[in-house]
């Protein structure tokens, strides 16, 4: 089976290659079942292969073209892909072929969106993404994963925190509420994450919260 990934999202090919959430570590394990699998992103030019998994970044363009073309012109047997439902690589590729088979793992957000007819399934994290979708009669899996390999808890290791938030500094993450809740009780709190709302940032450190940028699992 030939699977291809597209992530609508600027990213280094270091990134791409660690790619270490639960769906890097489930695209790897296809690879590995020998199925012929591509990770697509923005970022590029350039290309990899790293444990079985094709890697090939394209440079920004707002029209998407290029990439749903190419995309086309492998004769995927699936596309999937990762965001929230706005995302538009995949109705861009679906309007140049709609027989290519297509399942999203939502990311998140509302899914009243008109490119939600452009995905055959749906992979969510929420019983509230499962039943809204459902009343536009859309397919859905409830599945969560992580990997189980490098998320391990270590017991001899001490703790430095009590709370810890690994997200994106952007308001639909809930710093609000994660900055209250270290506030109010009282805990030592960290948090890391792509900085994309500088204002998430403004409320960790009003409640003494430390901040990174992307560090290693």
């Not at 690879?31 to 094709?54: C, K, L, M, R, Y």
């Not at 086309?72 to 109705?91: A, C, N, R, Y």
């Not at 859905?140 to 270590?154: C, E, H, Q, R, Y």
Request: charged share 20%; glycine share 8%.
């Amino acid at each position: 089976m030939k699977i291809i990934f597209c992530w609508q999202w600027h990213n280094n090919l270091d990134v791409i290659v660690r790619f270490d959430e639960g769906i890097g570590e489930i695209l790897r394990m296809f690879a590995q079942d020998g199925h012929e699998v591509w990770v697509t992103t923005w970022g590029g030019p350039s290309e990899g292969i790293d444990q079985g998994v094709q890697f090939k970044l394209f440079p920004y363009n707002p029209t998407f073209q290029d990439w749903a073309q190419w995309v086309v012109e492998q004769h995927p047997d699936v596309v999937l892909s990762w965001g929230s439902m706005d995302h538009k690589i995949v109705p861009a590729i679906r309007k140049l072929d709609a027989a290519i088979p297509t399942a999203m793992f939502l990311a998140g957000g509302g899914v009243e969106h008109s490119y939600r007819d452009f995905h055959d399934l749906f992979f969510v994290e929420t019983n509230f993404h499962v039943e809204a979708l459902a009343k536009y009669g859309k397919p859905s899996v409830k599945a969560i994963g992580v990997m189980t390999d490098v998320l391990t808890p270590n017991p001899e290791q001490p703790k430095l925190f009590d709370v810890f938030l690994p997200a994106s500094f952007t308001v639909n993450k809930r710093y609000s509420l994660f900055c209250d809740v270290v506030e109010a009780g009282p805990f030592r709190g960290v948090s890391v994450g792509p900085t994309n709302d500088e204002g998430c940032l403004i409320e960790c450190q009003k409640v003494f919260v430390p901040t990174f940028e992307y560090v290693s699992r």
